[in-house]
Every structure is written in C-alpha cells, then in structure tokens.
C-alpha cells in the first residue's frame, strides 16, 4: 500500500489529510500520515482575536487525534528537519515536552508521496532589533503568550501601578494582520471598560499602525484602504505609511531618515517567509522568502514525488505573479492536490491548480469591509454585516472541508450559546 505522508496540519494541511484519509485511507487504497509539531490545530486567521482574547481558543481547535480517527489517517506528533530523497524518508526531530524533557525520540518516516504544508512565520526582512525586542503572531502560543502580557499590563493601568497617561503600542505592517489586531485591541479595552475596570477605555491606547508602502492593505482597492484608514483614524489608531523600519531597540521603531516612535508594545506583522530550514532542504527548488517552488500540478520542480501546498510554497498564476500566502489559497490548494495524489494512485492524468480569488475581506472588530468577486474578474465592495458574515464564511469553509456541514452548523450554534454564557474576553 502506498505510503502518503502530509507535513503541517494548518489550513491546507489538515483539510488535505481530511480528504485524502476519506478518499484513499477508508478504502484501504492508501496509508495516510500526517505530521504536525503540536496536537491541536486551530484556524491561523483567528490568532488576533485569540491575541486580544475576543475568540476563546479552546472551543475552536481541532484535536490531530479525534480528527484522524474519525476520518481514516494516522496522525503523528513531530517535526520535519531533513529529508532523504534518494531514499523517501524524513527526519523527524525530537518532541520535547513543557519541562524540556523529550518525550518521542528523533525519528524517520518512509514515504512514497510527501506533501509539505508546514506554513510560513513573520518575516523581520533582517531588521536589526526586531526578532530581539518585538512580538509576532506566529501560533498559537505567540497570540495566548500576547494575551496574557497585554491583559497584565492594562491592569497595571487600571491599578494605578503603571502611572503613564497613555499606552504606547506600535504595530509595524498594515496589512490584513495588523489592521485586524488594531481593531481588536479597540475592542478589548472597550469591553474590560464595560466590565467595570477603571481607566480601561479607548483613549487609553495610543496605537502607531506603520507602513513602508504608500498605503495600507495594499492588496485592496485604493478606495476600500481609504475607508478602513479613515475608520481607523476614527477609532483612535494613528497610520503612518511611507514608514519603512529600519531598527528597533527595547522601546523604539527607527524608521529611515525620521524621529524615532517609541513604543511600550511593539508587535511585527510586516509580511511572511517560508521556515529558513526549506532553503537547503534536500535540494529542492525555494525562491527568496524560502517558498518551494512548485510546477501547476503542485509539485515541486525538482522531485515529483514531493508536493507543497499553502504558505510555503511559490506557485506561479497562469496570468502572471503568484498565489498569495493566504487561508483561501491554501483551502483551494489543498482540494487540487488531493485531486492530484488520487489520480497518481490511480494513474490519471494531473490537475493544473489555479488561484481563484474569491476576494478579500477585512474584520474590523464589530464589522468589516473587504471586496468579493462579481462576473468574470470584476469585484464588488462589501461592508457592515454582509462583510462580516462573508468573512466568518471563510472559517466555516474550513469547517465544513473538516468535519462537513452538519457538525459544521452544530458547532457554531454551541460557540453562540458558549459565548452568551462566558465573557466577551477570554481572561486566562
Ligand atoms: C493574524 C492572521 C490573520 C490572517 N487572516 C487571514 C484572512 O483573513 N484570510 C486569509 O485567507 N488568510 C489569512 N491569514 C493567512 C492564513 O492564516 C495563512 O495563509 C494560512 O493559515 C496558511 O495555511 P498553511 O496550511 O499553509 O499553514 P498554517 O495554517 O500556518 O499551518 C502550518 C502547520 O504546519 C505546522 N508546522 C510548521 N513547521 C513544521 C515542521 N517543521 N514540522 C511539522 N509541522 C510543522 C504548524 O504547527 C501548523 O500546524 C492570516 C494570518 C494571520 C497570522
């Protein structure tokens, strides 16, 4: 039986997993494994919201174990390090526990088709002080480690203990990511207000939003970018575009030729690059940000055997530039390629994988404002609640792709019940 063995339960990944283990594992046609370095998953899009506390992350992730039991795959705890080509294996590294200890020792896996899906993390561009001084929303640990340090500090502030007339936050890229965790913030401060903690209100915040382009969410309609510049000028935040960072120390962004901003809070969320280990892994094909470079079958240019999907890879559009980095990139990768890896086992012909872009929506906290795809490559802009709405689409396709539509529509009326019941703001 051939051994089919998935790097990364992510966005891609564990939907991958999913199909393939239903397509191929039940009937028997097919070993499936995947790997991943935790044992839960939870949606990389909802890290702001789990970083301001907005989202409470127990309810919303995904046990690897009960989602491989219930859908015919073998799920294994581990990380990726190398992989022998020649001879269809890769090392896995040591799992270490919370006190260090190593609890599965380092390991190789044989494989007949591999697929790596193992995501991106932020990328500091080399900027000198970044990686020491600011935080990143890279996973789950990173956005609850954030939760806990910010709710701290804005109890310090309504104790009294901190004695400052403002708090100082700067977040360097005004891309989906930091304008998102702009508007939560607002949000999270308001709603401790409400809970009756002295001081905790909006006008506490001091937020610099902080652009090397001329403005933010370069990826949207000038127009659109206006509007949510605007609403977030409106909520408090300043934007500063054609910033571009050059340094950053313990409490200070040096942007090129301008007075410093200091920042109490600095967080980093200035683009993606592929884990520094996939630049000389094996040989394979990786382009400046150490994306695998991919054919349109989805498979990597130097070894058909091994596929890439999601953040990782760099996969040419047929109409010129690349698949972005995103969730919804990542969902229709992971259909092609499990489309593809049936037709190997059962000799077909492979699929092209190209891009749809089914539009882009911002979460404005309460709202949101985006553009979605009309007829052909025309876009309409969408804002309020038929944006937000869209936008929670999004993760219930994820959903759906992961445990199909009944548990799907299940699980969101328990997370609305769930919600009425618990404060707005997780607190642990
Ligand atoms: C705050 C935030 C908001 C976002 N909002 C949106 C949005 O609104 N819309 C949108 O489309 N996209 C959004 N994105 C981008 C989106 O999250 C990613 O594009 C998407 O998650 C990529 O999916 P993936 O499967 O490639 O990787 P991931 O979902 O990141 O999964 C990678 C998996 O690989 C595992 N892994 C990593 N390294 C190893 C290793 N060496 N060995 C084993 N396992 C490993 C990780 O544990 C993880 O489970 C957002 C991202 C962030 C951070």
């Not at 097919?30 to 789990?50: G, Q, S, V």
């Not at 609403?231 to 408090?236: D, V």
Request: proline letters at 3%; glycine letters at 8%.
């Amino acid at each position: 039986m051939k051994k089919i063995i998935i790097v990364g339960g992510g966005a891609g990944g564990l939907e991958l997993a999913t199909l393939l283990g239903k397509k191929l594992g039940k009937l028997g046609k097919a070993e499936i494994t995947l790997i991943d370095k935790n044992t839960n998953h939870l949606w990389k899009p909802l890290l702001h919201e789990i970083a301001t506390g907005t989202l409470n992350d127990e309810l919303d992730h995904v046990s690897y174990f009960s989602q491989a039991q219930n859908n015919s795959f073998i799920f294994k705890q581990g990380q990726l390090i190398n992989i022998d080509r020649d001879n269809k294996v890769i090392e896995l590294n040591d799992v270490i526990d919370h006190e260090n200890q190593v609890i599965f020792p380092k390991t190789s896996l044989s494989y007949d088709l591999l697929v790596i899906a193992i995501g991106s993390t932020s990328n500091d561009f080399g900027t000198p002080g970044v990686k020491e001084y600011c935080t990143f929303l890279d996973d789950q640990e990173s956005a609850k480690r954030f939760r806990k340090s910010i709710l701290s500090t804005f109890f310090r502030f309504s104790s009294g203990i901190e004695k400052n007339e403002k708090l100082n936050i700067a977040i360097v890229g005004a891309g989906a990511t930091g304008v998102e965790l702009t508007t939560e913030l607002f949000r999270m401060i308001k709603t401790l207000g409400q809970y009756g903690f002295e001081k905790l209100e909006p006008s506490l915040l001091n937020i610099t939003l902080i652009e090397a382009t001329d403005r933010i969410l370069p990826a949207l309609p000038e127009n659109v970018s206006k509007n949510i510049q605007t609403k977030l000028e409106e909520l408090g935040a300043i934007v500063l575009t054609k910033t571009k960072i050059v340094k950053a120390d313990n409490n200070h962004f040096y942007p090129e030729d301008e007075a410093p901003i200091p920042a109490d809070i600095m967080m980093w969320t200035a683009g993606v690059k592929a884990a520094d280990f996939l630049k000389d892994l094996a040989g394979l094909e990786t382009n400046r940000v150490n994306q695998l470079i991919v054919k349109p079958t989805l498979q990597t240019t130097r070894d058909d055997s091994i596929f890439a999907i999601g953040d990782c890879t760099c996969c040419a559009k047929a109409e010129g530039g690349f698949t972005p980095a995103t969730a919804q990139a990542a969902h229709q990768m992971a259909s092609i390629c499990a489309v593809n890896i049936v037709s190997i086992i059962n000799n077909e012909t492979l699929k092209h994988f190209q891009y749809n872009n089914k539009g882009t929506i911002i979460s404005l906290a309460n709202t949101a404002q985006g553009v979605i795809k009309t007829i052909g490559k025309n876009q309409m802009g969408v804002k309020g609640w038929i944006a937000s709405c869209i936008y929670r689409m999004l993760y219930r396709l994820h959903q759906i792709a992961l445990f199909g539509p009944f548990k799907t529509f299940r699980l969101a009326r328990a997370n609305k019940v769930y919600r009425s019941v618990r404060t707005t703001i997780n607190m642990n």
